[in-house]
């Protein structure tokens, strides 16, 4: 993985960059026989298109197979389901997952303008971003279970509190809840401290037919209606059901429930979403989530430990590495191999279930995974 | 601003109104027809956008309003609206008037 951040550098040598570092990792893995390249928009942030072939020769991979997945910023878990689905048919021995983005070098108000194509072309008439969008479920969660907005900026502080002690994170400062507080509006009531920034970065994983340290339980994958104004009832604003049904999924596939879960991985694009993601995964009652964060229960040591590594607000979220850095994150966790002593001791036990979660647009396509660590 | 009607689509087979209208009921995929509604519905949601991607730097503020429906055992579509009122807020009801670029304007009622 490589470090978050403004690279300036182009999605081949980030991605080249993050598969050397697997290699120095892990220096015995098996060459793959596919690569799976996880990115949300190349062409339109960094000029790049047929960015699987792309990608294989900046790797070196020589002529495997590869082929590029898309489902918006959830890419890099819907990648994981393809390459699960290729070795456990048999039809691949090795499955390289690239997940990269460069976000930065087209300056943030084009790159916005690239974000808001997730969005239905109606919404993008009225000139909503997708932070309004978020925007119209923040307010509705906040209002209906009568929060206070300094929620928000608590969740913000907790992101880059773990964030300062992950080194691939964008954001290694701590930052209060009033400092968040300080910062502009972007789309009431989310300010600018409240959003995941713009970044590049590249992650690798490699998902094998043979026997590794890290198992993949269960997959979940579900989708739900690109406008918002086209879901069904007063829910629909107040929480995410693709979350909701892609959790189902991937917990009926492994046999486990939330109960089960020892980390947890959530995107968390705008704060707040922590705690709704976290209401959705089964964690937390309706109306519970946000509080539970405020209150610590997400933290260190705490009841549902999420997001050590800063999550996507302070370690970054460049769209197609995203979800691969959520299991990078979970494979150091799961077995001990976390750099920072501090961060190590966050999860307080050994976990044995982590699970991550990655969200594509407004909950419009959503994947869940379930990793096991093999005793 | 009263009286005016919104364009929905109805599901001949759940029943359900969505805005704007789709090819298949979102609920249901079942047929859809097109439907006048009254405009009058109440605001559950709102937001301003500080800065809209399309580069204007006047900020926008957008309601999500759901629509009424005499029938009590249906709820109303929702739908985005512009506004130029900054105090609309959650619970306050509106009336929505589309307008001819597809977009719908939303004006306080008493």
Known sequence: MTPFGRSGRSPLDL??????????????LPLPDHLIVSTQDPGAFAELGNVAAA?????????????????APASGLAALEVATALVRSGQRDAVLIVGVETMTTLGSTAANQVLSRMADPLERAYGLTMAAMVAFITRAHLETHRLPTRLLDEAAAKAHDLGRLNPHAQFQKAQTAADIQATPMIADPLRR?????????????????????????GIGHATDALSLTHRHGRRALIGFAATRNAAHEAYTRAGLGARDVDVIETHDAFSGMEGINLEDLGFYPPGKGM?????????????????CGGGLKARGHPVGATGVAMLAELFWQLTGDVEVDERAACLGRTPR??????????????????????? | MTGHTVPVGHCAACGADHHPVARHCPRCRGVVHRAERTGRGVVLTWTVVARPPNGSDVPQRVVLVQLDRDDQDQEGAFVLAATDDATLQTGHRVDLQSRPDGRVQAERTA
């Open chain 1, 15 to 28: 991605a080249a960059t993050a598969h050397q570092d697997l290699e120095r990792r892990h220096p015995h």
């Open chain 1, 193 to 217: 401290g409240h959003s995941a920034p713009l970044s590049d970065g590249a992650a690798c994983v490699l998902i094998t037919a043979g026997p590794g340290p890290v198992r993949v339980r």
């Open chain 1, 291 to 307: 509080s539970a964060v405020a209150a610590g229960a997400t933290r260190p040591g705490g009841a549902h430990p999420t997001n």
């Open chain 1, 353 to 375: 279930i982590g699970l991550a979660h990655n969200m594509g647009g407004l909950a419009n396509n959503v994947c869940v995974a379930l990793l096991e660590a093999r005793s």
């Open chain 1, 55 to 71: 990608v294989t020769d900046a790797l070196g991979l020589g002529s495997i197979a590869a082929t590029r997945v898309e489902a």
